[in-house]
């Protein structure tokens, strides 16, 4: 008997799960939920996490898909992926809404350019 292969999607969902194997992470994604627009700025100031170790956090959401955007040591600029962002809640859940008519992301009030760019055009200096 042959055994069946793991599908696309169940490897999409894995990789997000290891992704919020850590609390900071899970707090970053929480956070940034809740933003209009990409967010630039020190996230240490925020929540609790040491200035040190929030670039390899983010790298870490952004390698899983869930955020997009700069992150350098210079430069921070990042936003909330609303579409693998909606198929971890609707999937990996399972609470029934459809990715489509996502119900966790409220649109913006005021529209932002660069919530789905591939890549922000535009950056921060933040000084580390």
């Given at each position: 008997m042959a055994k069946d292969k793991l599908t696309k999607e169940?490897?999409?969902l894995a990789r997000f799960a290891k992704a919020l194997?850590?609390?900071?992470?899970?707090a970053i994604l929480q956070m940034q939920s809740k933003q209009t627009c990409c967010y630039h700025g020190d996230t240490s100031e925020i929540l609790p996490i040491a200035k040190s170790t929030l670039p390899q956090h983010l790298k870490e959401l952004k390698e899983a898909g869930l955020i997009q955007g700069k992150i350098t040591p210079l430069m921070v600029l990042y936003c909330i992926n609303k579409k693998n962002f909606?198929?971890?809640?609707?999937?990996?859940?399972?609470?029934?809404?459809?990715v489509?008519?996502?119900?966790f992301l409220a649109p913006p009030a005021v529209a932002c350019p660069l919530l789905f760019a591939a890549e922000p055009q535009i950056g921060f200096d933040v000084s580390y």
């Open positions: 169940q490897e999409k194997g850590h609390p900071i992470r899970i909606c198929v971890l809640m609707c999937r990996f859940f399972a609470v029934g809404c459809s489509s008519k996502c119900c």
